[in-house]
């Protein structure tokens, strides 16, 4: 299998840094000029396996195309270069729901490129961890269970374990929805309303991620693993987590760089959206949504979902 990851951001990087320990592995991003050090993952050196290219059309002839950009970019992206990617297997590593879309990764590809085959590879997982050779196990979600099998033995190294699953649509929106709690809960600890404010914010964001994938056609139990638990307890844990931080700069009321790339502020609006149009009651979704667009105080934010109704849990 040859690969090729697209995008070279922090997270990129870091994957083909950790499939260099296997063989040769392409990086393909479209200012590739930074040589052997990637300014979006400081302090890591490439390894001699990785090619760092700013040729497209060369990059994807690899039959084996990760595609690590943001959700909010990957739309755009594909049907930009459709014509490159179809027929290949794209595997998405995108945590997000396309704003105009209203869908996530899988079929923002599965409509650009009809006759590729698409994967997700989602689950807990810092960038710097991962580029460091620290421990670290993901969910490898795909429909077709022999190309999976082939997926999950050449993508996973001595460090790098990947577990299978066949619910792609539970394991792209397991990594979306997280992503919103994390800004949530790095609000309430920014701004010192504590952990069991936080612990409160988790469980009952759990319970939103689960409500509503459950309606999108995805199976509890993947919501339940490390594509969904898993990585929620990570992001709304971590100052390394980036929707966390920006989480706690509403929170603490602080500055932000507007330039960093936190995932679960667009993906809370496309939930909002999601779930009027299901009919679903998503207040921290909701809330998040508020707040990463400055619609409300983190003061009445809070004091509105304290005083919503008392109900069964
Ligand atoms: N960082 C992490 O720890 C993890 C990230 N992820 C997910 O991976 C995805 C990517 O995140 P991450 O790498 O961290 O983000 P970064 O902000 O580090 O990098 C984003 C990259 O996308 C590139 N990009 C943006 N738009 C385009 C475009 N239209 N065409 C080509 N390239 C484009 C940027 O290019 P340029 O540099 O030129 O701006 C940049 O290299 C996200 O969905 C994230 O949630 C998943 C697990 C862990
Ligand atoms: O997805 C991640 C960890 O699994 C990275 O989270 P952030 O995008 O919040 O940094």
Not at 53 to 61: E, F, K, M, Y
Not at 230 to 236: E, I, V, W
Not at 247 to 268: L, P, Q
């Amino acid at each position: 299998m040859s690969i090729t990851v697209l995008g070279a951001g922090a997270f990129g990087t870091a994957l083909a840094v950790a499939l260099a320990t296997r063989g040769p592995v392409t990086l393909w991003g479209r200012n590739a000029g930074w040589g052997r050090e990637n300014p979006r993952l400081p302090g890591v050196t490439l390894p001699d396996a990785v090619t760092v290219t700013g040729d497209l059309p060369q990059a994807a002839r690899a039959d084996t195309l990760l595609l690590a950009l943001p959700a909010q970019k990957l739309g755009v992206f594909l049907a930009d270069h459709a014509a490159l990617l179809d027929g290949k297997t794209l595997v998405s590593t995108a945590k997000g729901i396309d704003l105009d879309r209203l869908t996530g990764p899988s079929r923002l590809i599965a409509t650009a490129c009809p006759a590729a085959t698409v994967a997700v590879l989602t689950g807990p997982s810092f960038a710097a961890d991962i580029a460091r050779g620290l421990p670290t196990a993901l969910t490898l979600a795909c429909t077709d269970p022999i190309r999976s099998k082939a997926l999950q033995q050449a993508l996973s190294t001595p460090v790098l374990r990947l577990y299978r699953s066949s619910d792609v649509t539970g394991a792209e929106l397991g990594g979306a929805l997280k992503n919103v709690i994390a800004i949530a809960a790095g609000t309430v600890i920014g701004a010192g309303l504590g952990d069991s404010a936080r612990a409160a914010i988790i469980t009952r964001g759990f319970a939103e991620m689960t409500r509503l994938s459950a309606r999108l056609g995805a199976q509890p139990e993947t919501l339940a693993g490390l594509s969904g638990l898993g990585d929620l307890m990570l992001t709304c844990s971590s100052v390394q987590s980036r929707n966390f931080r920006f989480g706690h700069a509403i929170g603490s009321g602080t500055d932000f760089d507007a330039s960093t790339t936190v995932e679960g502020a667009a993906t809370a609006r496309a939930v909002t959206r999601l779930a009027a149009d299901l009919g679903e009651d998503l207040p921290i979704a909701a809330m998040v949504a508020s707040l990463a667009q400055g619609e409300v105080s983190v003061e009445n934010a809070m004091e509105h979902l304290m005083n919503r109704p008392l109900k069964e849990e």
